[in-house]
């Protein structure tokens, strides 16, 4: 950026190449520009270098508009490509040259408007080098014909290799990258224990604001880990898509990972705050049913994350999203305003506001609350009170306790599969 300089393109391709060249099991090479932007004694020194690993048994194509006699010196063949790819003459150096009519191979450029890039390939097919440099070759090593072999599927190969495969190493390596950083592992880990004792200090008893903020804290843990991700390695997967990668195996990786870390996030907050407020007493909350709806909730943020993070191309932008998404959540999850005082529209905005079906799975996982009580103390009552005073049940009658627990943990499992197919539409649309 403007304040670190980083490296250039052209230093980036040679640290590739020397990467390639650790592995000495590399025999094939594809070097685009290796010489731009270097100085002619420099360029020199890349193509004797380079010439130095086809002696070795590499095969090795160079890319390049640097024609010049001393580069050339090093070339067994020079395929020479009109515009549109058309292969205006495949052959040594200097029989280019004279194909051409010119006296080096750097005046070729200079040619290409005599003819249309459809001529020029047709005059190569019909001359004498590409019987002696294509076609004898082909007989010899009984290669197929070149048209024939590109009327196959050219993913057939790619193909082999199954989604769980593709899965199963995408995982591994985006795991990888993930343990590498750090400083954002190391964010993520301090999540959980400070807001563990940020709750600690503000609630002393289980209360309807605490769950709230257990609810709305695990929602947290999926959007913020999950917002940037699609976005950061999106050059990569458009590349690696063009060579077989698989959209399900690429946005199955991220869901693995992603729900693993931001699940023990959950885990880890609704737990210490189990213990430390003791709800598993009398107001009778189950730790394995608080636990499993905090953990749904942070990954419906995640589901929510990654369609924010394939629905922009900025980072600025789904971050941006965030407040957009998370004041709606708050404002009609009920906490702020009861649904039974709402409006008939905010009613209705209750309905696809996902931080009320959360919440009240929150509550529900026990069978009593603090309440405050005139005294300024925390006294336990049935949560039955308590959701009706929220407007999350649909009469007063004691027998009415609203949607049950296992349907919220229904409509929170189907909010995130529903997100991920939204999710992978997304990533679909952006081949195109």
């Known amino acids: 950026d403007a304040l670190r300089r980083g490296i250039s393109g052209g230093q980036r391709k040679r640290v590739n190449l020397g990467q390639e060249l650790m592995t000495r099991s590399t025999r094939m090479l594809f070097l685009d520009e290796p010489t731009s932007g270097l100085d002619p004694r420099a360029s020199q020194d890349i193509v004797?270098?380079?010439?130095?690993?086809?002696?070795?048994?590499?095969?090795?194509?160079?890319?390049?508009?640097?024609?010049?006699?001393?580069?050339?010196?090093?070339?067994?063949?020079?395929?020479?490509?009109?515009?549109?790819?058309?292969v205006a003459f495949f052959g040594p150096p200097d029989e280019a040259s004279r194909w051409f009519g010119v006296s080096t191979p750097d005046a070729i450029f200079n040619r290409f408007a005599d003819h249309a890039p459809e001529e020029w390939g047709q005059m190569y097919k019909d001359g004498d080098a590409f019987r002696k440099y294509v076609t004898t070759r082909q007989h010899l090593v009984g290669v197929r014909d070149p048209d024939e072999t590109f009327e196959a599927k050219p993913d057939s190969t790619v193909k082999q290799v199954s989604g769980i495969s593709q899965t199963f190493t995408m995982t591994a390596r985006y795991l990888r990258v993930k343990l590498r950083d750090r400083t954002g592992m190391f964010v993520i880990a301090l999540q959980p224990p400070f807001l563990v004792l940020v709750m600690a200090i503000?609630?002393?008893?289980?209360?309807?604001?605490?769950?709230?903020?257990?609810?709305?804290?695990?929602?947290?843990?999926?959007?913020?880990?999950?917002?940037?991700?699609l976005i950061s390695d999106r050059v990569i997967f458009r590349r690696e898509r063009r060579v077989g990668v698989g959209v399900v195996p690429y946005l199955a990786s991220k869901v693995i990972v992603l729900a693993g870390l931001t699940g023990i996030q959950a885990l880890v907050l609704s737990s210490a705050i189990f213990v430390i407020l003791g709800m598993g007493g009398e107001y009778g909350f189950s730790l394995q049913l608080l636990a499993l709806s905090s953990v749904l909730t942070a990954w419906v943020g995640m589901a929510t994350g990654l369609?924010?993070?394939?629905?922009?191309?900025?980072?600025?932008?789904?971050?941006?999203?965030?407040?957009?998404?998370?004041?709606?959540?708050?404002?009609?999850?009920?906490v702020l305003l009861p649904i039974k005082d709402m409006t008939l529209l905010g009613k209705a905005c209750t309905w696809i506001t996902f931080q009320r079906y959360t919440f009240d799975a929150a509550i529900k996982c026990g069978e009593q609350i603090a309440r405050a009580t005139r005294t300024g103390d925390y006294e336990?009552?049935?949560?039955?009170?308590?959701?009706?005073?929220?407007?999350l049940k649909f009469s007063s009658r004691a027998d009415d306790y609203g949607l049950s627990l296992p349907m919220l943990l229904f409509i929170l499992s189907a909010i995130i599969v529903f997100m991920l197919v939204i999710t992978r539409i997304r990533l679909e649309q952006h081949e195109h």
Do not use: C
Request: aromatic letters at 8%; proline letters at 7%; hydrophobic letters at 50%.
């Open 48 to 86: 004797r270098l380079v010439r130095q690993l086809a002696d070795r048994g590499r095969i090795i194509f160079l890319v390049t508009h640097d024609l010049t006699p001393e580069v050339m010196a090093q070339v067994d063949h020079l395929l020479v490509l009109a515009k549109g790819g058309r």
């Open 202 to 229: 503000l609630f002393p008893s289980p209360t309807e604001k605490m769950l709230f903020m257990l609810s709305l804290s695990a929602l947290w843990f999926g959007l913020s880990a999950a917002v940037r991700e």
């Open 307 to 334: 369609l924010i993070s394939a629905s922009w191309n900025s980072s600025e932008a789904a971050v941006g999203t965030l407040p957009l998404l998370l004041i709606p959540q708050i404002a009609f999850s009920s």
């Open 380 to 391: 336990p009552q049935p949560i039955n009170g308590t959701l009706y005073d929220l407007g």
